[in-house]
């Protein structure tokens, strides 16, 4: 006995548009609407715009809380607060960022296999610690009856290991990440820059060398992000002490250069094309992770003499009292012994650092006047 539905009813029924059937078919099968795939290229790195956001947020924050400062403080906590903004938001990008070297060439090139016609493109190449970028873009876009713009990314640091040779379960994860692109059927110019980094032999070893450079420049530029949170807070307590922290990050940072720019490959990477060789050269990550370094460490050290030879306007310009900094930083060579209270300890303190206090003051005479219930009073003389 066979089985007969009627489709009477739902012939019958009209198409009743709303909020959420916009741009649906009147009839079908009952189900929603599928649309088609909205293929985009990546215009743009996900991580580092998304550290460059969080940075503005804080900063834009900042901007807003700024006018409950008063006087010139304001200007004093701004230029504090920006520039440990713009560290951490360098150390993060050097991290991170794609641009260590990069190179960019316009060449004619064969495209895929079966594509016996060859391309006008734009080849870029952006190595960082962690991977490679690859880029693949027609000019114009619209050839062989293709929309020609790639951007594929291949890695080297999860985990940091070489592997071994070739491309089986066990090799390196660069190598296993070109076999797929092998079978996902990439343009030839893309696997041709990437085979470079499969090989290791002799003196060919353009993966080894760049994941060995990236693993050890990460690791020195890493430890220096808890170097400057540690500036941030001793600024806040001893300014000398954060001076000496503000220079040891930026001697770390310089360190992950001159790592990277040493243990790469001796032979310089060169992939040669029809009209062009793409050879790639440091980048903006190199440079500015190399300048920002370089200022912190020059910024310390001057910190470090305005805080022998200027003590009142660097503590003022740090928000510390000097004479307060000044007991921070000798306290330790007191020894309290045993029945002493705190205000024999504070006496002793001040006869026997007295001497370096005024020492350190250059503008101002500073003077300890009174001992009261354990506690200092400090007058000063201009």
């Given at each position: 006995?066979?089985?007969?539905i009627?489709?009477?009813?739902?012939?019958?029924?009209?198409?009743?548009?709303?909020?959420?059937?916009?741009?649906?078919?009147?009839?079908?099968?009952?189900?929603?609407?599928?649309?088609?795939?909205?293929?985009n290229?990546?215009?743009?790195?996900?991580?580092?715009?998304?550290?460059?956001?969080?940075?503005?947020?804080?900063?834009?924050?900042?901007?807003?809380?700024?006018p409950?400062?008063?006087?010139?403080?304001?200007?004093?906590?701004?230029?504090?607060?920006?520039?440990?903004l713009?560290?951490?938001?360098?150390?993060?990008?050097?991290?991170?960022?794609?641009?260590?070297?990069?190179?960019?060439?316009?060449?004619?090139?064969?495209y895929?296999?079966?594509?016996g016609k060859?391309?006008?493109?734009?080849?870029?190449?952006?190595?960082?610690?962690?991977?490679?970028?690859?880029?693949?873009?027609?000019?114009?876009?619209?050839?062989?009856?293709?929309?020609?713009?790639?951007?594929?990314r291949?890695?080297?640091?999860?985990?940091?290991?070489?592997?071994?040779?070739?491309?089986?379960?066990?090799?390196?994860?660069?190598?296993?990440?070109?076999?797929?692109?092998?079978?996902?059927?990439?343009?030839?110019?893309?696997?041709?820059?990437?085979?470079?980094?499969?090989?290791?032999?002799?003196?060919?070893?353009?993966?080894?060398?760049?994941?060995q450079?990236?693993?050890?420049?990460?690791?020195?530029?890493?430890?220096?992000?808890?170097?400057?949170?540690?500036?941030?807070?001793?600024?806040?307590?001893?300014?000398?002490?954060?001076?000496?922290?503000?220079?040891?990050?930026?001697?770390?940072?310089?360190?992950?250069?001159?790592?990277?720019?040493?243990?790469?490959?001796?032979?310089?990477?060169?992939?040669?094309?029809?009209?062009?060789?793409?050879?790639?050269?440091?980048?903006?990550?190199?440079?500015?992770?190399?300048?920002?370094?370089?200022?912190?460490?020059?910024?310390?050290?001057?910190?470090?003499?305005?805080?022998?030879?200027?003590?009142?306007?660097?503590?003022?310009?740090?928000?510390?009292?000097?004479?307060?900094?000044?007991?921070?930083?000798?306290?330790?060579?007191?020894?309290?012994l045993?029945?002493?209270?705190?205000?024999?300890?504070r006496?002793?303190?001040?006869?026997?650092?007295?001497?370096?206090?005024?020492?350190?003051?250059?503008?101002?005479?500073?003077a300890?006047?009174?001992?009261?219930?354990?506690?200092?009073?400090?007058?000063?003389?201009?």
């Amino acid at each position: 006995m066979g089985l007969y539905i009627s489709t009477a009813a739902v012939e019958s029924r009209k198409w009743v548009t709303g909020f959420f059937t916009s741009f649906r078919t009147q009839y079908g099968d009952g189900w929603p609407t599928l649309y088609g795939p909205n293929k985009n290229p990546v215009t743009a790195d996900v991580l580092e715009s998304g550290f460059i956001y969080a940075a503005c947020i804080i900063a834009i924050s900042f901007i807003v809380i700024l006018p409950g400062i008063r006087g010139r403080e304001k200007a004093f906590v701004s230029c504090r607060f920006f520039y440990s903004l713009f560290v951490f938001l360098i150390i993060m990008l050097s991290l991170f960022g794609q641009e260590w070297e990069t190179s960019k060439i316009h060449t004619k090139t064969q495209y895929k296999s079966g594509i016996g016609k060859e391309i006008e493109a734009e080849i870029g190449i952006k190595i960082g610690l962690h991977s490679v970028n690859i880029t693949l873009k027609g000019t114009p876009e619209k050839q062989v009856n293709e929309t020609i713009n790639y951007n594929e990314r291949f890695h080297w640091s999860y985990p940091w290991t070489q592997g071994r040779n070739f491309f089986g379960p066990f090799a390196g994860e660069i190598n296993q990440e070109y076999r797929a692109a092998q079978y996902k059927g990439l343009p030839y110019p893309i696997l041709w820059i990437a085979e470079y980094f499969t090989f290791d032999g002799e003196g060919i070893r353009w993966g080894r060398h760049y994941r060995q450079a990236g693993f050890f420049a990460h690791i020195a530029i890493w430890t220096a992000f808890p170097l400057w949170i540690l500036t941030n807070i001793l600024f806040f307590m001893v300014i000398r002490y954060g001076a000496y922290f503000m220079s040891l990050t930026g001697l770390l940072m310089v360190l992950g250069n001159i790592i990277f720019s040493s243990i790469r490959n001796v032979n310089d990477l060169a992939v040669p094309f029809e009209d062009a060789i793409l050879a790639p050269k440091y980048g903006w990550c190199y440079y500015i992770n190399l300048i920002t370094g370089i200022s912190c460490i020059l910024l310390g050290m001057l910190i470090v003499f305005m805080d022998l030879r200027y003590p009142g306007e660097i503590s003022s310009f740090f928000g510390i009292d000097v004479l307060q900094d000044a007991e921070e930083f000798y306290a330790g060579g007191i020894t309290r012994l045993q029945g002493e209270t705190q205000e024999d300890v504070r006496k002793k303190f001040a006869s026997k650092k007295r001497k370096q206090i005024l020492k350190r003051s250059r503008n101002k005479v500073f003077a300890i006047t009174a001992f009261e219930e354990g506690s200092v009073f400090y007058s000063y003389y201009a």
